[in-house]
């Protein structure tokens, strides 16, 4: 159980082009979902928690406009990547945080996007 | 600011070794902390969670321990195998109103069969 997919696993696209990436937990809901930014041989870096039917809570340094973030149902967060350029190119994670649960974040396999 | 670190960056041993990987955190308030593995360009597998009330965690041939007070927790793998080789990641809940995690900076492990 537990279990959250994302889609697409890869996507390539042109620079100034737009990506949405889809993160859906599969067997529970999500008050909360949280998405992370991953470059190459470093950590995970928090990026913004998206709560479902409100705004997503955006962190230090991580531009509003331009990683849209959409949480209309408990089982659906989507991150949208607005004009994108090759330093957003890096590998992206979402995870859900389970309402039965308080304890743990169920992660996605992630998204590896490249900007040309 | 809530910091976590993990010594060392990389480690390769021999296969057999038993081995400890470190992580450090700044705040010592925890909720709980959490060991995950991540092979390349692959997501997270959760190994073991420690609540903050908790000293250690078994799993097979994984043991986590915790020490609040000094903010510092560690992961032995014993008898490690090819197939132990991947990203370490520790990762610290500090509860709240979200569970919001902060990663440490990863352990890169390389088992030499």
């Known amino acids: 159980g537990a279990v959250v997919s994302q889609h697409p696993s890869w996507v390539i696209c042109k620079s100034g082009t737009s990506v949405k990436i889809e993160c859906r937990s599969l067997d529970f809901q999500a008050t909360t979902m949280f998405w992370y930014r991953q470059f190459p041989k470093q950590s995970l870096m928090l990026m913004a928690t998206s709560n479902e039917g409100s705004k997503a809570t955006y962190e230090q340094g991580v531009e509003k406009d331009k990683f849209l973030i959409n949480h209309a149902s408990l089982t659906l967060s989507t991150l949208t990547v607005t004009s994108a350029h090759p330093e957003d190119s890096s590998f992206y994670i979402c995870?859900?945080?389970?309402?039965?649960?308080?304890?743990?974040?169920?992660f996605g396999p992630g998204t590896r996007l490249t900007v040309l | 600011k809530q910091e976590v670190t993990q010594i060392p960056a990389a480690l390769s041993v021999p296969e057999g070794e038993n081995l400890v990987l470190n992580c450090s955190f700044t705040?010592?308030?925890?909720?709980?902390l959490q060991w995950f593995r991540q092979d390349p360009g692959k997501g997270l597998t959760s190994l073991l969670l420690i609540q903050s009330s908790q000293r250690e965690q078994t799993s097979g041939r994984l043991n986590a321990s915790l020490d609040k007070s000094s903010g510092r927790s560690t992961l032995y793998i014993a008898a490690s195998q090819p197939g132990d080789s991947a990203t370490y990641l520790c990762a610290v809940n500090y509860g709240g109103a979200t569970n919001k995690l902060i990663f440490g900076t990863g352990t890169l492990l390389a088992v030499q069969p």
């Open positions: 995870s859900g945080d389970p309402t039965f649960s308080t304890d743990t974040q169920y």
């Open positions: 705040d010592s308030a925890i909720y709980n």
